[in-house]
């Protein structure tokens, strides 16, 4: 099974930029050796369980609370029993549609 989510956990009442706060949560991400994805709006995470997942997205929350009081955070999880490593699987089939190599930049490996 495969749970893919993307979220956006983004500080309220900082600055313009706010990638001083949301590294860190990056940080705790890519601590937990789950396959991410970092795009301009959001993170994509990919694991078997719930719980996995959630507690990687609790442990970047509870980060990014030591330092900030609001929090706006939009979660997408799409969620498929029997299959897994969608994040590939699901790039490969397009590019096999566009004959294109659209992993060359990122970060899938």
Do not use: H
């Not at 979220?7 to 050796?33: A, C, F, N, R």
């Amino acid at each position: 099974m495969s749970f893919l989510t993307e979220v956006s956990m983004t500080p309220l009442g900082k600055d313009e930029s706010v990638s001083t706060y949301v590294s860190k949560v990056v940080d705790v991400i890519d601590k937990s050796k789950l396959p991410y994805v970092i795009t301009p709006m959001g993170t994509i995470i990919e694991g078997e369980t719930w719980d996995e997942v959630m507690n990687v997205f609790k442990r970047g929350f509870e980060q990014m609370q030591k330092e900030c009081t609001r929090i706006s955070i939009l979660m997408k999880i799409d969620y498929r029993k029997g299959k897994s490593e969608r994040m590939k699987t699901k790039i490969k089939s397009l590019e096999e549609k566009l004959d294109k190599d659209l992993l060359k930049d990122n970060n899938i490996k």
